[in-house]
């Protein structure tokens, strides 16, 4: 990745779904990808699960498919697959509340220089 630019954006999942606690994320979905857009920027999307709930299998499976519906909300708004990058985490601790962990994160970047 090159430099990344301003501060994550977190998209926030109910238990054990795909599914955000707030559909008015949405309008993040939409900004994000207006900006890549506009800029050429490449896109990192990070999914999470709680490590507090479900085994370390179902967790991996969740953050997998997390990072998947975002980058596929990205996709439907016109992002490149070629600039998106994936990333599951599966279970984490890193947060307070733990319902903080249900997460996938979203980081824009300046295309590496060549």
Same mark, same amino acid.
């Given at each position: 990745?090159?430099?990344?630019?301003?501060?994550?954006?977190?998209?926030?999942?109910a238990?054990?779904?795909?599914?955000?606690?707030?559909?008015?994320?949405?309008?993040?979905?939409? !900004?994000?990808?207006?900006?890549?857009? &506009?800029?050429?920027?490449? @896109?990192?999307?990070? $999914?999470? *699960? +709680?490590?507090?709930?479900?085994?370390?299998?179902i967790n991996?499976s969740?953050s997998?498919?997390?990072?998947?519906?975002i980058?596929?909300?990205? !996709?439907?708004?016109?992002?490149?697959? &070629?600039?998106?990058?994936? @990333?599951?985490?599966? $279970?984490? *601790? +890193?947060?307070?509340?733990?319902?903080?962990?249900?997460?996938?994160?979203?980081?824009?970047?300046?295309?590496?220089?060549?």
């Amino acid at each position: 990745d090159g430099e990344c630019i301003g501060t994550p954006i977190y998209f926030f999942f109910a238990l054990n779904t795909t599914h955000l606690t707030d559909t008015s994320q949405r309008l993040n979905l939409d !900004e994000l990808a207006r900006v890549a857009k &506009k800029y050429s920027l490449s @896109v990192r999307v990070t $999914g999470a *699960a +709680d490590s507090s709930t479900g085994t370390s299998s179902i967790n991996d499976s969740l953050s997998i498919s997390r990072a998947g519906f975002i980058t596929a909300e990205l !996709e439907q708004r016109g992002i490149p697959a &070629k600039r998106i990058i994936r @990333v599951s985490k599966g $279970g984490i *601790a +890193d947060y307070t509340p733990v319902e903080a962990n249900r997460h996938t994160k979203v980081e824009l970047f300046f295309p590496k220089a060549k």
